[in-house]
T-cell receptor, first 115, second 115 residues
Framework: DQQVKQNSPSLSVQEGRISILNCDYT??????FLWYKKYPAEGPTFLIS?????DKNEDGRFTVFLNKSAKHLSLHIVPSQPGDSAVYFC??????????????FGKGTTLSVSS | DAGVTQSPTHLIKTRGQHVTLRCSPI?????VSWYQQVLGQGPQFIFQ???????GRGNFPDRFSARQFPNYSSELNVNALLLGDSALYLC??????????????FGPGTRLLVL
C-alpha cells in the first residue's frame, strides 16, 4: 500500500502562472515532509520542507502548505518558470530517532511550464 | 562545497553477477542512506547508516547489503543480480541531529543495467 500518494502524474502550466502540486499521506507517524525536484539523469534536488508543527513554509517562489487533519500537503510555485519543468516528488518521514529517518516517496508529478 | 558523490555513474552487469556501488557524503554529514528508483516510481528506501551502524532497512532481499566506513563513505553491495535490479541507485546524506526533521541530500545516482 502506498503511504505517500501523488495522484496527478502530470501538470501543465503557463509561464508566470501558479503551479500547485498535491500530495496525500496515510501514515499518521509522519512528522516531516519534503519536496524534491528531479531532472532526467540527475539525483533529486531538495526544494523545501515542513514539519508537522507548522502549516506553511515559504522559500522564495516556493511555498509548502500542510493540512495535518486531512493528511494533505501541497507545493505552490509562483510565478512558474520554464526551468521549473521537472518531476516533483513528495516525501515523508517520522522525526529523527534511533530507528532512522527513511524517506517514503510518492510516485512523482511531472510539471511542464510553457513559455 | 562538494555535494554527495557516487561512483560509478553507469554500470552494465549480467544476471548472477555481483555489484558494488560507492558513495561519499557531504562533508560533515554522518548519515548515509541508499534508495532504489525504477522507472515511473519514486525512490524506495533500502538502507540507512549512521556511525557505521545500520539504522534502518527497507523491504529488500538479503542479496542487498551495505556498510559505512570511518570516513562516513558507504558501499552498497548487491549479489546474484536479477533483471529486476536494473534501476537508478541513489545515495543521500544527512547530518543526523538525532531529533527533529532530517533533510537528506541526494547524489547523482548510479544507473545499473542488468542483462
Amino acid at each position: 500500500d502506498q503511504q505517500v500518494k501523488q495522484n496527478s502524474p502530470s501538470l501543465s502550466v503557463q509561464e508566470g502562472r501558479i503551479s500547485i502540486l498535491n500530495c496525500d499521506y496515510t501514515n499518521s507517524m509522519f512528522d516531516y515532509f519534503l519536496w524534491y525536484k528531479k531532472y532526467p539523469a540527475e539525483g533529486p534536488t531538495f526544494l523545501i520542507s515542513i514539519s508537522s508543527i507548522k502549516d506553511k513554509n515559504e522559500d522564495g517562489r516556493f511555498t509548502v502548505f500542510l493540512n495535518k487533519s486531512a493528511k494533505h500537503l501541497s507545493l505552490h510555485i509562483v510565478p512558474s518558470q520554464p526551468g521549473d519543468s521537472a518531476v516533483y516528488f513528495c516525501a515523508a518521514s517520522p522525526l529523527a530517532n534511533q530507528a532512522g529517518t527513511a524517506l517514503i516517496f510518492g510516485k512523482g508529478t511531472t510539471l511542464s511550464v510553457s513559455s | 562545497d562538494a555535494g554527495v558523490t557516487q561512483s560509478p555513474t553507469h554500470l552494465i552487469k549480467t544476471r548472477g553477477q555481483h555489484v558494488t556501488l560507492r558513495c561519499s557524503p557531504i562533508s560533515g554529514h554522518k548519515s548515509v542512506s541508499w534508495y532504489q528508483q525504477v522507472l515511473g516510481q519514486g525512490p524506495q528506501f533500502i538502507f540507512q547508516y549512521y556511525e557505521k551502524e545500520e539504522r534502518g532497512r527497507g523491504n529488500f532481499p538479503d542479496r542487498f547489503s551495505a556498510r559505512q566506513f570511518p570516513n562516513y563513505s558507504s558501499e552498497l553491495n548487491v549479489n546474484a543480480l536479477l533483471l529486476g535490479d536494473s534501476a537508478l541507485y541513489l545515495c543521500a546524506s544527512s547530518l543526523w541531529q538525532g531529533a527533529g526533521g532530517e533533510t537528506q541530500y541526494f547524489g547523482p545516482g548510479t544507473r545499473l543495467l542488468v542483462l
